[in-house]
Each structure stands twice: as structure tokens, then as C-alpha cells.
């Protein structure tokens, strides 16, 4: 059974940084396009950036031109740098397949980003 575990959510003031990691268990990743998503408080979750399994990337406007997302095949892993965080950023980020669902229709507890003065 695939499992996702989300890491590297913190408290970070706005235009500061932070990077998300997302390891794998049960299953390699490296076939399947992958994504990174958020919920905020009363807001449905959303896509914020997904990857390929051949690298390509696409990002959502807000996340455009301040995340970069990626994927290490060989540690089964991906990441979300995440620089120039704004308030509107606060939300649990998760990751899961790009679409959602394919491996495993189980959300890890995601990694809450809290972006605050």
C-alpha cells in the first residue's frame, strides 16, 4: 500500500521560504506524474504545482515565478521550494499524484504552511 508523508510546513513571515518534502513508501514514484496541493481554512483544496514523471512542470498562477517543484526518482521523493510567501499561502499542503487518486485514494496529514507577522 502506497503511503505519502509530507514534510517541512513551519511558521515563516511573508517573503520568507520554506521547502516541502514528500517521501514515498509502497511504490515508485518515478512513472507517475506527481503534484503538490493545498487546502486552506473553508476553501477547497487545490492544485498548486505538479510534475511529470519526465520532469516537465506546471504551476498554478499564484505559485508561478515563487515555487519550484521537483523530484529525486533515485530517493523516491519530491519537493516544493516555496520562496516570497505571502499570507494568502497559508494553507496544509499535500502530495499526491498528478491527478489525485491513482496510487492511493488515502491524503497523507499534509505539512501546515502558516505564512504570518
Known amino acids: 500500500q502506497v503511503q505519502l508523508a509530507e514534510s517541512g510546513g513551519g511558521l515563516v513571515q511573508p517573503g520568507g521560504s520554506l521547502r516541502l518534502s514528500c517521501a514515498a513508501s509502497?511504490?515508485?514514484?518515478?512513472?507517475?506524474?506527481m503534484g503538490w496541493y493545498r487546502q486552506a481554512p473553508g476553501k477547497q483544496r487545490e492544485l498548486v504545482a505538479r510534475i511529470s514523471s519526465d520532469g516537465t512542470t506546471n504551476y498554478s498562477d499564484s505559485a508561478k515565478g515563487r515555487f519550484t517543484i521537483s523530484r529525486d526518482n533515485a530517493k523516491n521523493t519530491m519537493s516544493l521550494q516555496m520562496n516570497s510567501l505571502k499570507p494568502e499561502d497559508t494553507a496544509v499542503y499535500y502530495c499526491n499524484t498528478f491527478p489525485a487518486g491513482i496510487l492511493t485514494s488515502v491524503w497523507g496529514q499534509g505539512t501546515q504552511v502558516t505564512v504570518s507577522s
Open positions: 509502497g511504490r515508485r514514484l518515478r512513472f507517475y506524474a
